[in-house]
């Protein structure tokens, strides 16, 4: 199936579904009809916090607008890849959704500015930076689209994993096939470490690396565990290369429809989900380590040096993306200092 046909036949699907729920409705009289059936896209499994942070934004919702506005959570691709959702909420055929930045940047690149390679020190100084008036710039720019940004979500650090050997070296990593997210950064981030980077689609990557496509990717542990990805790529290096947080939507289409204390709720069910989703997020990442490794996965931690070595090799992408951002990937860094003071401080 091409991108249009399947893009077309998630569609019907959802239409199917809601039209199901209409009969159901019709069905049992007491059950008050909801003004709204809404859609909401997730690529995740049932069970990833992404996906329980989208389920308890839908009853938070349909709780606090007594029923009228009902949100119906479709995880694990079905509604397509994050491109086609992204792309068919820019037209109202999905209405709201859970994306990677790295998808969405495709569309409005000001937002690579804040998932280049190395940038934060750590979690902390990622939520400094987008719980402050950075995040909330950027959630502001995506709303000038025909898209309308709600909130963060956590997806951690992303780090390399192969099949065949270890990355413990630059010289490791330089000429093997790594796929990356549909994204010319993260395309060019790889290509700057001297590996040839595979576009491929998320649902692809187990089957690319069984079938010797790529020899390795690169995610977060919940995602390389929660799509056993460790059963086809057993070394998993820690270099924690770039942190890519995710942006709960709403198709300005969808958005239009609601009116002003409609809206208000749906921010703030998106801004409680968020917080509900970072709290999942940070028990998996421990959770999915601890699977992995008991099956066999193989950790390599990155020394200092070496990590400085991959950190220099990246920079020349800075250029390219940031040209004109610089200011703002100063005041990023210096959010990172702001913290290390504050946790010095308080050791004194
Ligand atoms: C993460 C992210 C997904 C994305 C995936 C990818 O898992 O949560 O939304 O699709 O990375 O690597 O494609």
Redesign the pocket.
């Known amino acids: 199936m091409n991108k249009r046909t399947k893009a077309a036949a998630a569609l019907l699907a959802a239409a199917a579904v809601t039209g199901g729920i209409a009969v159901w409705y019709c069905a049992a009289p007491r059950q008050k009809e909801p003004e709204f059936v809404f859609s909401y896209a997730e690529?995740?499994t049932e069970d990833y916090p992404?996906t329980l942070g989208a389920q308890k934004f839908a009853e938070l919702v349909e709780e606090r607008t007594d029923g009228r506005i009902r949100i119906l959570v479709y995880a694990e691709g079905v509604m397509g890849t994050?491109h086609d959702v992204i792309e068919q909420m820019q037209y109202g055929g999905i209405d709201f959704a859970?994306?990677?930045l790295?998808?969405l940047a495709e569309y409005i690149p000001e937002l690579n500015v804040l998932q280049m390679p190395y940038l934060y020190t750590d979690s902390a100084h990622m939520w400094r930076v987008l719980d402050g008036e950075i995040g909330d710039m950027f959630l502001e720019e995506v709303s000038g689209s025909e898209l309308v940004g709600l909130s963060w979500y956590d997806?951690g650090a992303?780090n390399f994993y192969s099949s065949s050997q270890p990355i413990s070296c630059l010289e490791d990593i330089a000429g093997m096939k790594i796929r990356v997210?549909?994204s010319e950064l993260m395309a060019d981030m790889v290509e700057a470490l001297g590996a040839t980077a595979v576009p491929t689609?998320?649902a692809d990557?187990y089957s690319s690396i069984e079938r010797g496509i790529v020899d390795g990717?690169?995610?977060?542990w919940?995602?390389y565990e929660a799509?056993s990805h460790y059963e086809v790529a057993r070394y998993y290096t820690v270099d924690e290369h770039t942190r890519?947080p995710?942006m709960q939507l709403c198709s300005a289409h969808t958005w239009e429809k609601l009116s002003e204390e409609d809206r208000q709720i749906i921010r703030e069910c998106a801004w409680e989900s968020a917080l509900y989703e970072r709290e999942l997020w940070t028990e998996r990442e421990t959770e999915s380590r601890r699977i992995a490794t008991e099956h066999g996965t193989q950790v390599i931690e990155l020394s200092a040096e070496e990590k400085k070595r991959f950190q220099n090799a990246v920079m020349g992408v800075y250029e390219k993306y940031c040209g004109g951002q610089m200011d703002l990937i100063e005041r990023i860094i210096e959010e990172g200092d702001a913290g290390e003071e504050t946790v010095q401080q308080e050791a004194q």
């Not at 990717?217 to 977060?220: D, G, R, S, V």
């Open positions: 690529n995740q992404t994050e859970r994306v990677s790295s998808q997806a992303r997210q549909e689609g998320y990557v990717a690169e995610n977060n919940p995602s799509m890519v995710e």
